[in-house]
């Protein structure tokens, strides 16, 4: 089943490979330079294209094979078109046609393969009458013909081959014999060069004796063969999909029963078998009748769910209206709930605002705390080698190496190892003091640094009064300059900045550390 639905969705890749190998073909049998003789086989071709998928083009090409046989004086090409144009009149149900053909058609002029294809149609003709009018006054003497034809092309056919081997299994059918059917059929299913046509038709043939045999579970699942061969093989003048429809139909499952009998009417509409359909309107009128009637039972289940909804419905709105009025309330106490909150969480705002201020004064503090205890221990530590060293040169009276120590003391060195390292602790605590500071000027105006220097002098005054320390001559002190130089700066920065002078430095202690 899942194959079949696959083969049905990609029916137009398998019609338009076919389609395909017929423009090909065409092209070559309208070419100028073709001969007579090229061009009647390039038409068997095209016919053999044709014969299973469009009764109407093969019909065309069986006239034009005629007139080429007539062309060419050859007895044996008029007989053989005879015999193709029996087939397709056979195959589109035109029984009468069929007959008038088979009687004008000489097989003696026939080669030995294509007599036996002669003598396996009239066994063909004279069945699918049987089964169209089923009628039993009649019907018996017509499958006795088609038993007598058969027995003729088994005699005329090669052993082991796929033509021999469907006579056989027509005659197993005929005799309702299901051993030799399933045999046969083992047979052919073991060919080397199986088509998928030849499996559509043998596992076709052969799902009929098994219904036959009251085993229609087998022969189910021979029809889903043969109508996916059908499928791959794009063909359309076939039977099994149209039974495997009723058979779905039978068990409940509409709607692979609908698909499949569309799928049917489709095939035989393309193909213009007039028999096949009058043999499937009747069920496909009876399945899109079911399908009708389940679709008005949901239609009526749905008016009655439509009732139930309203009913619903109503009583909903009736709460909706009862909820509105207790929702009105509950929005006024809401309203006051929110105002009051409003407040709480500007005072937890403000609150936490706080916190993280002291958070970052203590870290700040912590932070400059171990600066210093460092600072100091160092030059503690200096002093007191300093000393050791006086003590022993003034002990042993080498006054001239105490002057020499002395002027080796480089107080501008010191002040900047000092300066660097209050640099250095400054920007691990304000990483983005810099582009904070530069922020609050124009672009040319911004300070620069060199990669070799972390701060400015004018970047130390404003850095040190962010950490609070905003008296001039406590930084003139801290920092090797006079008070004035410090003035200069601090007025030199503020007049170039994009605030006003008095609100500068209120905005540089508003940078945060982080």
């Known amino acids: 089943m899942r194959e079949l639905n696959e083969a049905l969705a990609h ?46 083009s093969a019909f065309v090409y069986c006239q034009r094979l005629a007139r080429l046989a007539e062309q060419l004086g050859d007895p044996q090409k008029k007989e053989l078109t005879r015999l193709k144009l029996a087939f397709v009149l056979l195959s589109s149900g035109m029984f009468k046609e069929t007959f008038d053909v088979l009687e004008r058609l000489n097989p003696r002029q026939l080669a030995p393969a294509d007599r036996g294809s002669f003598y396996f149609l009239q066994a063909r003709a004279y069945n699918d009458l049987g ?44 005799t309702n014999d299901l051993a ?36 229609p579970k087998k022969a189910f699942e021979l029809l889903l063969v043969s109508a996916a061969a059908d499928l791959k093989s794009a063909t359309k003048e076939t039977t099994a999909i149209s039974k495997a429809a009723d058979y779905c139909y039978r068990k409940g499952d509409l709607k692979n029963a609908y698909s499949f009998i569309s799928e049917a009417r489709a095939a035989a509409s393309f193909y213009n078998a007039r028999q096949r359909q009058i043999q499937m309107s009747q069920l496909a009128s009876v399945i899109e009748g079911q399908k009708i009637n389940i679709i008005e039972k949901q239609r009526k289940s749905l008016q009655t769910l439509a009732i139930i909804l309203s009913a619903l419905a ?93 002027d080796g003391i480089n107080i501008k060195t010191e002040r900047n190892e000092l300066l660097k390292g ?16 530069n922020a609050l000027f124009r672009e040319e105006d911004r300070i620069r640094l060199p990669e070799d220097q972390l701060l400015t002098t004018e970047l130390r005054i404003f850095a040190l009064i ?31 900045s994009l605030l006003p002078n008095d609100e500068f430095e209120a905005r540089i202690q ?4 982080v």
């Open 466 to 496: 962010r950490l609070g320390i905003s008296d001039s001559e406590q930084i003139s002190r801290m920092l090797g300059y006079s008070i004035n130089t410090i003035y200069t700066y601090k007025t030199r920065v503020k007049n170039r």
């Open 11 to 56: 029916k137009p890749e398998y019609d338009a490979q076919r389609l395909s190998r017929i423009a090909r073909l065409t092209a070559d049998f309208r070419a100028p330079k073709a001969s007579p003789n090229a061009r009647f086989n390039l038409g068997l071709r095209i016919y053999d294209e044709y014969k299973a998928f469009k009764y109407d």
């Open 180 to 215: 030799r059917g399933a045999a046969v059929y083992a047979q052919i299913r073991r060919l080397p060069r199986l088509t998928q046509h030849q499996l559509a038709v043998s596992a076709s043939t052969t799902a009929y004796l098994y219904e036959l045999a009251g085993q």
């Open 510 to 513: 508003a940078i945060q550390a």
């Open 422 to 437: 209050f640099d250095t602790v400054f920007l691990r605590l304000f990483p983005h003091f810099i582009d904070r500071f």
């Open 131 to 174: 089964a169209f009018n089923a009628d039993r006054t009649y019907r018996p003497a017509y499958y006795q013909k088609a038993l007598a034809f058969a027995d003729t092309a088994l005699q005329l056919s090669r052993p082991g081959s796929y033509e021999y081997l469907a006579v056989q299994l027509f005659r197993a059918q005929k």
């Open 314 to 406: 109503a009583v909903v709105i009736g709460f909706a209206v009862v909820s509105f009025r207790q929702l009105r309330q509950l929005r006024r106490a809401s309203r006051l709930i929110s105002a009051t909150n409003g407040e709480l969480q500007a005072r937890n705002g403000e609150l936490r605002q706080l916190i993280n201020e002291l958070n970052e004064a203590n870290r700040i503090k912590e932070e400059y705390l171990g600066y210093y205890f460092h600072n100091s221990s160092r030059y503690i530590d200096k002093l007191e080698a300093l000393k050791k060293r006086v003590d022993g040169l003034l002990g042993s009276k080498q006054y001239a190496a105490v002057q020499k120590l002395a």
